[in-house]
């Protein structure tokens, strides 16, 4: 038996159900990502009531005032977009989540940093948050509709407002450096604007790489090379080539007087792949041989042994630099490069 419909509390028969009128289109914006905000819905015609009848049915609020036009899954970069929404207009990305967008090793720790104007408040919300500023805020780059700052700025604000700090923090600096994604003037200029607190690793980071090291083991290398009274003088990560040109290699430490080359070897940094898709490791230990061909003496040293066992890593070098004295290579020519001036 059917159930028949219940009177109203007059006891007069029900209302008619209203009936489902056409679905409301769907808005949307392409570089947002199916992202919009409650007042960009409105402006295209939603009413708050639409817009709270369509929650949890056809729409998904991913942050406050800030909704997904569908109820699939949201990747990272729909997030991304969502949260710059959130934060509003004139905000720009800064801190881990601008320095990954950027390419460079950095945990996120799930968190999205943005730097607003002073019209704006500071305020959190989910994974989330708005730091103010009266400087003005150079725009790098934009993945999709989130305007990225300059890796130099990020750096600094990660230090300072997301607890960036230590070896990670100099590490992502000898990065960003070495791999020409800041330049070392953009850096210091940066530097100077900031106080001295928490930034010290940036700025030891800085002095390491114009004294020539690319990474954090090729610092403590250089570090430790340069305190032994006994040895030459070494140059860091200089190119060689042969009489006509040729690049040989480009070694992590080179006595000229004995050609001799140190290498530091890690599978930390020399692993995956690159660009073209070749092993880095492999292609490490390939060039590792066009030196050797080329009668460059290569002493390998590891990350591990500089910091365990320094003194063992000292003797080797020692020991190696000492027998070769006077040896010199006329088919292996040094060229020079002056790293304040990249570009």
């Given amino acids: 038996m059917s159930q028949q419909p219940r009177p109203d509390r007059h006891g007069g028969p029900p209302p008619p159900a209203a009936p489902l009128g056409p679905a409301r289109p769907m808005p949307g914006i392409p570089e947002q990502r199916c992202i919009l905000t409650s007042t960009q819905l409105s402006e295209r015609g939603w009413t708050a009531d639409a817009i709270r009848h369509a929650r949890g049915r056809r729409i998904q609020l991913v942050l406050p005032r800030v909704f997904a036009t569908h109820l699939g899954p949201l990747d990272v970069q729909d997030r991304l977009v969502a949260a710059f929404l959130w934060a509003g207009d004139g905000a720009v990305l800064t801190g881990r989540v601008a320095l990954q967008r950027h390419g460079l090793d950095v945990p996120s720790l799930g968190a999205c940093l943005f730097l607003v104007p002073t019209t704006h408040r500071s305020r959190r919300a989910a994974g989330v948050s708005t730091v103010r500023t009266t400087r003005p805020v150079p725009v790098a ?32 600096t000898m990065s960003a450096l070495q791999r020409r994604l800041t330049h070392p003037d953009r850096l210091r200029t940066e530097l100077e604007e900031r106080p001295r607190n928490g930034l010290q690793p940036v700025r030891r980071a800085l002095k390491d790489y114009l ?15 340069r ?21 040989i290699g480009v070694p992590d430490a080179y006595f000229e007087d004995g050609g001799i080359a140190v290498q530091v070897h890690s599978k930390a940094f020399h692993s995956g ?17 066009t030196m050797v061909e080329n009668r460059v003496i290569v002493v390998p040293v590891t990350p591990n042994s500089i910091e365990r066992r320094p003194e063992q890593v000292l003797t080797r070098i020692r020991r190696v630099v000492t027998a070769n004295r006077g040896r010199r290579l006329p088919g292996v020519i040094v060229r020079g490069h002056d790293r304040s001036k990249d570009t």
């Fill in 141 to 172: 780059a934009f993945r999709d509709c989130v305007p990225l700052t300059d890796v130099a700025r990020a750096l600094c604000d990660a230090a300072v407002h997301q607890q960036l700090r230590g070896e990670a923090l100099q590490s992502a």
């Fill in 211 to 225: 004294a020539g090291a690319w990474s954090l083991p090729e610092a403590a290398l250089a570090k430790l090379i």
């Fill in 227 to 247: 305190a032994e009274p006994g040895l030459p003088p070494c140059l860091l990560n200089t190119e060689l080539c042969t009489p006509d040109e040729v690049v």
């Fill in 273 to 289: 792949v690159d660009s073209q898709g070749k092993d880095r490791w492999s292609a490490t230990v390939e060039k590792d041989g």
